[in-house]
């Protein structure tokens, strides 16, 4: 027992490794070849972050294990927004601006509450899989356009893009890409396989395993990523990161494994996407109120989760 359980916590520092490896490398790469900072900031940075997520599932739905699949991308967002993004405003109170409250944060919350439709029989199928990879694809499209409009219009846009040295070579730059994709694919490998086991001998259910241990694990990246932002006072980095993460989870990740084998759903208990509702919902009129996300909601946010591990556990 005592193996499998430091395996999974190594395979935990790995796929930050890994992720870290991946999104340095692809934003020097990107700036290089000519794309703006926003630009690399809405896609290599973004999507490089929740690549843990994707490949576990990926791992997970090739593997056989549904459950781990989808109660990953379940957890991760509870996770996201409960726990990332309630000890980021404990750190630091998160300022939000005029594009986060009319765009991004209702869309999370609209995705949330529409996605888990496509549980309703039980199952993710593979043409709601593409459908969903389609989203995401729309999604992305539609940030992009509108960075490249804000950029063009002189608004000020804060993305989290990591200091790029200019000297390395492109070479170097593919190398890290190369590096942090087989250090993801890797430890994502570990990870599920060790989860499997501890869940078997410890008597847990596949998607309890995905819900709280390897959710929290895959999202070790988004965690640093938004803690630091939030102890340099970026507020709408650590804010972002949450959003970009919880849309690309529910999009990307889920319909990704859901192409590659359909996802069954029956493990979820409805109180897992209750609480996914209510804890995501939760976070718009604290967002709105005073524009900003104070400790005291943090707070709140924050001991939604161990309330919900609370109740969640023992079953």
Same mark, same amino acid.
């Given at each position: ?186 430890? #994502? ?36 990523? #938004? ?17 970009? #993460? ?70």
């Amino acid at each position: 027992m005592l193996l499998p359980i430091l395996l999974i916590l190594a395979s935990c520092a790995f796929l930050f490794l890994g992720a870290e490896l991946l999104v340095r490398g692809g934003s020097s790469l990107a700036l290089k070849l000519g794309l703006t900072p926003l630009v690399v900031g809405l896609t290599v940075v973004a999507y490089g972050t929740s690549t843990p997520e994707l490949l576990v599932s990926l791992k997970a739905a090739f593997a056989g294990n549904p459950d781990i699949a989808i109660g990953n991308v379940v957890g991760s967002n509870i996770f996201n927004i409960a726990v990332i993004l309630g000890l980021s405003a404990l750190v630091l109170p998160i300022k939000t601006n005029l594009q986060v409250l009319k765009w991004d944060a209702p869309l999370v919350v609209l995705a949330t509450l529409l996605v888990p439709l496509t549980f309703l029989d039980g199952v993710v199928s593979s043409f709601e899989g593409a459908c969903l990879v389609l989203a995401a694809l729309l999604y992305t499209w539609w940030a992009i356009r509108l960075a490249r409009r804000d950029e063009r219009l002189g608004h000020e846009a804060h993305v989290d893009v990591p200091e790029i040295r200019r000297r390395p070579s492109v070479v170097l730059d593919l190398l890290k890409i190369v590096a942090g994709l087989a250090v993801l694919a890797f430890s #994502s490998r570990i990870l599920v396989e060790n989860a499997v086991v501890v869940a078997k001998i410890a008597g847990l259910s596949d998607t309890v395993i995905g819900l709280t241990i390897i959710a929290a694990g895959t999202s070790m990246p988004e965690l640093a990523t #938004s803690m630091v932002a939030a102890l340099r006072g970026q507020s709408d980095i650590a804010l972002g990161n949450v959003l970009g #993460s919880s849309l690309f989870n529910l999009f990307f990740v889920l319909g990704g494994a859901a192409v590659v084998a359909p996802v069954s759903t029956s493990g979820l208990q409805i109180f897992d996407l209750v609480a996914l509702a209510v804890i995501t919902t939760l976070m718009l009129p604290f967002l709105f109120t005073g524009r900003s996300l104070n400790r005291v909601e943090g707070g709140i946010l924050f001991l939604s989760y161990l309330i919900y591990l609370g109740v969640m556990w023992p079953k």
